[in-house]
């Protein structure tokens, strides 16, 4: 059974930073596009950071040039850094592993860690 565990979150001060892992166990994350994604109260989840098992990266516009996503194929791990953090991103942020065989689509999710951005 394949399994995604968050962790790294908390409550931070305005510019402060954090750093996300999600680690895998149950699979190899090397062949799948992991992504980061958050959902705050009210709002729907959105897409933060993506990254292929090439390792290319694409940001949401509102991240861009603050947060950092980079994986460790060898802790089948994934991290996400996060820097200049401020209020709005307060939410919870999930873990997503996502990759097609044939038709098949495997689509994992982590529980999630709640980031806190407040004075």
């Known amino acids: 059974q394949v399994q995604l565990v968050e962790s790294g979150g908390g409550l931070v001060q305005p510019g402060g930073s954090l750093r996300l892992s999600c680690v895998a166990s149950?699979?190899?994350?090397?062949?799948?596009?992991m992504g980061w994604y958050r959902q705050a109260p009210g709002k729907q989840r959105e897409l933060v950071a993506r990254i292929t098992s090439g390792g290319t990266t694409n940001y949401a516009d509102s991240v861009r040039g603050r947060f950092t996503i980079s994986r460790d194929n060898a802790k089948n791990t994934v991290y996400l850094q996060m820097n200049g953090l401020k209020p709005e991103d307060t939410a919870v942020y999930y873990c997503?592993?996502?990759?097609?065989?044939?038709?098949?689509?495997?689509?994992?999710w982590g529980q999630g860690t709640q980031v806190t951005v407040s004075s």
């Open positions: 149950g699979t190899v994350l090397s062949a799948y596009i």
């Open positions: 997503n592993a996502r990759r097609w065989v044939g038709a098949h689509n495997y689509n994992y």
